[in-house]
């Protein structure tokens, strides 16, 4: 009776641990989380914030993903380039008006209009860059442990055993 009871402890301590280890998660360690903030998206791995260089250097593992990232960096590449450039063209005459000067207004109006280019070229680079982690984190394949759903113990007609359910 003692080994019985013995065994019967033994079992239950045995699938409280298991259990206890099992935290069902669906997210793979190597996901990448996407947090949308005022003006686009920042990417995060481990607690750790990710730049686009970073990002392009995680992503070289699934092709579709690369492909993405890489369409992305050079995006906005372009988009800041352009952008300063708008923002050099404005800012000159108005600090040429400020200083007392006649300011050349058909500068700054170039520069609206580059400025005016690199939002939205801006706006697709930050889509593409989440289009590529989410292709990345569909790729990743899931912990096979997580796919435990049930471990129990059950007393049947014939004894005592362990139930795993999937």
Known sequence: MQRILLLIAVLITTVTASTAQNTNTKTSSDSILIIKKFGGYQFYKNDRQLNMNQLQTVLEVNN????????????????????????????????????????????????????????PLSISAKKKAKSAVVKYNSGLTSNPSAGVKELKLKLTNEGIGVVLKF
Not at 95 to 109: F, Q, R, V
């Open 64 to 119: 579709e993903a690369y492909k993405d990232i890489k369409s992305a960096r050079s995006v906005t590449t372009f988009s800041s380039i352009l952008g300063y450039a708008g923002g050099f063209l404005i800012g000159w005459p108005i600090g040429t008006a400020i200083g007392g000067g006649k300011p050349n207004w058909a500068m700054a109006g170039v520069g609206a209009g580059l400025t005016a280019i690199s939002i």
